[in-house]
């Protein structure tokens, strides 16, 4: 049982949400959720940050260092081995993913907190000058915070995705509200804890519980100036025209791999094609959802390889388990459609896991592969079937010849979202032709490139929208906390001749 946090306090409701368990179905957690009544207080609280944000270049600066101060708290108290198995285990059993998937959004959690420890935070404020037109003048360029904003968060990265961005709005100096799905959100209600400890300030950030209708209805009453959405393309694009573009976006991803005419490493590029396709039972923005082979590849030991790895997954170790947004029976019907396709073929999996407790309203299936000649995906009666985009452990299969590449660039440009992508190729004017032709905001390239993998050492985010937002690099949190303002000084003194000139 866990509650929502406004103004500083921590309150229940007097709706509670019973959860169930997402490994048995049965009762699991109870959630303090707010309905439509209850969004007042939360729109009074935000109402009460002025647009210059709780601190500013100006204004309050040593909360820059507070807040270097509870990174490097909090980063400490997630490197204690109690504390991070508790978060890991905690994790695990609200979205299913195996002990190392889960640590590894821990760790990443910690190394972006001991990365903005100290003074890293002020430095995110930093500023530049240039020379005026004449003495006594100069413009000052500052990263100037929002004010009340709204963090919106996804069930899959319960830790990782709402810490990372809640901490990058209060550093530049907003007041943000959070809502994580509520599926997850106790996750994100215990490291809100940990940080009251870390010694963030209890009124500095308000966590609710809600369905999407209530939330929606919070944003147009409370209107935040910005807010960050992370989650599905169909959401995104209604708050979008909701908050009349006051919004960044990490919406879904339709995430390619392509493989290129050298081959080499077989074992290893089956491994990543594994990976990137199937941990966390391919609940990732990033997985691997369409892998173009050359027609190299396709002469290698590389599905058989891929198959063995996705039949060795096993829901005890939960290295596949249960799909949180997609039943078996709507993955099962978009398997059968996909082989209406002329050519298509089953490459493995395509059946219900087995042996299993998962509750009917989550998905339970085995990794999936589908092939499906390239010709046949760029028609225009097959394209949107094929790439549409499926939150569970599926991908899609082709491959291309020497001279078919700009087919497989036509395939990419005619795709939608534009998260991650994969050039698996040691071949540097393969690599140069792909890349030069291609748009997505965080692409690997080389024979270890993969889709998946959102450290906290290099930008992580889409391209090609001017709403795109990032993560975990301090170019994502100026680029999305925060909004450019020149100051230009201009003291004199006049010359000592200057008189008044005539009217222009």
Known sequence: MFLFLVQGKWTGSAAWNTLLDPLNGEPFIKVAEVDETGVQPFVESLSKCPKHGLHNPFKSPERYLLYGDISAKAAHMLSLPKVSDFFTRLIQRVSPKSYQQALGEVYVTRKFLENFSGDQVRFLARCFAVPGNHIGQQSHG?????????????FNFPLEIPVLQLMGALYMGNKPILKVDSKVSIVMEQMMRLLHYCGLPVEDVDFINSDGKTMNKLLMEANPRMTLFTGSSRVAEKLAVDLKGCIKLEDAGFDWKILGPDVEEVDYVAWVCDQDAYACSGQKCSAQSILFMHENWSASS???????????????????????????????EHKKKLLQISGSKLL????????????????????????????????????????????????????????????????LERMHAHLTAAVVSNDPIFLQGVIGNTVNGTTYAGLRARTTGAPQNHWFGPAGDPRGAGIGTPEA??????????????????????????ST
């Not at 829901?315 to 039943?327: M, S």
């Not at 100051?487 to 000139?501: A, K, N, Q, S």
């Open 142 to 154: 500052y990263r100037w915070p929002y004010g009340p904003v709204a963090i919106i968060t996804p």
């Open 302 to 332: 590389l599905i058989p390889k891929m198959k063995y790895l996705a039949e060795r997954r096993k829901l005890a170790d939960l290295t596949i388990g249960p799909v949180l947004t997609v039943t078996t029976e709507a993955m099962l």
């Open 348 to 411: 493995f999996g395509g059946e219900p896991l087995e042996n299993h407790s998962i509750p009917p309203i989550y998905g339970a299936l085995k990794p999936t592969a589908i092939y499906i000649p390239l010709e046949e995906i760029l028609k225009d009666d097959n394209y949107e079937l094929v790439t549409k985009e499926i939150f569970g452990p599926f991908q899609i299969i082709t491959d291309y010849k020497k001279d078919q590449l700009p087919m497989v660039l036509d395939a």
């Open 477 to 502: 949190i100026k680029l999305v906390w925060s909004c450019h303002r020149e100051i230009i000084y201009d003291f004199g003194p006049l010359p000592r001749d200057w008189e008044i000139p005539p």
